[in-house]
């Protein structure tokens, strides 16, 4: 089974702009999170996303928004970035179903946003 | 002060050593995760536990839920175990029900092992 994959992988944006990340999660899974790990703040939760449908978010302004498809694939955008935005910003998905456990969360590589 | 703490920070150990390191949390858990996290981003899963104990190789993965505390050990070490270790609680919701996607992450454990 393929992983978890992010694109892109890189990114280099100017402030002001908006972006928009994507994530695929590992065939048959519906859950997908999204995380921002920054070298001051480590990593944090931004949202969880279940068949198309927002579990949970984390405390982020709302210039930060997700969004789940269909067929499980997620993307984040941000808009009007700021320079405090610049992180790896990474999915995780798993094969969670609601009421029947605690699931493993598998992670993909990652998203390396540069804000200028 | 942060709802998960990690320690120590950094660790420096010369192959073939035992190592442990300590993560304490200070809310109610469903589960607490221990992952790895190799330069360049990478973050891989090694245990996700409740209770007790758990062993993978040579990693082994404890918890004590009234302390509130798990430990990561790491036998014969080796310098691929080289990498950022991050415990990861998950808060407790009540059921199975709840989100489980919002982990509380502790500031990791930079482990560098010298040949």
């Known amino acids: 089974k393929a992983g978890v994959t992010q694109t892109p992988r890189y990114l280099i944006k100017t402030r002001g702009q908006q972006v928009t990340l994507s994530c695929s999660p590992i065939s048959g899974h519906r859950s997908v999170s999204w995380y921002q790990q920054t070298p001051g703040q480590g990593l944090q939760f931004l949202f969880e996303y279940f068949s198309e449908t927002q579990r949970n978010k984390g405390n982020f302004p709302g210039r930060f928004s997700g969004r789940q498809f269909s067929n499980s694939r997620s993307e984040m955008n941000v808009s009007t970035l700021e320079l405090g935005d610049s992180a790896l910003y990474l999915c995780a998905s798993s094969n969670l179903r609601p009421g029947q456990g605690i699931y493993e969360q598998y992670f993909g590589p990652g998203t390396r946003l540069t804000v200028t | 002060k942060n709802e998960v703490e990690q320690s120590p920070q950094n660790l420096t150990a010369q192959e073939g050593e035992f190592i442990t390191i300590n993560c304490s949390y200070s809310v109610g858990i469903s589960a607490l995760h221990w992952l790895q996290q190799h330069p360049g981003g990478g973050i891989v899963s090694l245990f996700m536990l409740s209770s007790g104990k758990k062993k993978h190789g040579r990693l082994i993965a404890t918890i004590n839920i009234q302390e509130k505390h798990s430990s990561l050990h790491i036998t014969a070490s080796h310098p691929r175990d080289s990498a950022v270790y991050i415990c990861?609680?998950?808060?407790?919701?009540?059921?199975?029900?709840?989100?489980?996607?919002?982990?509380?992450f502790g500031k990791g454990t930079k482990l560098s092992v010298k040949p």
């Open positions: 990861a609680a998950l808060p407790y919701q009540g059921n199975y029900g709840g989100s489980q996607g919002n982990l509380i």
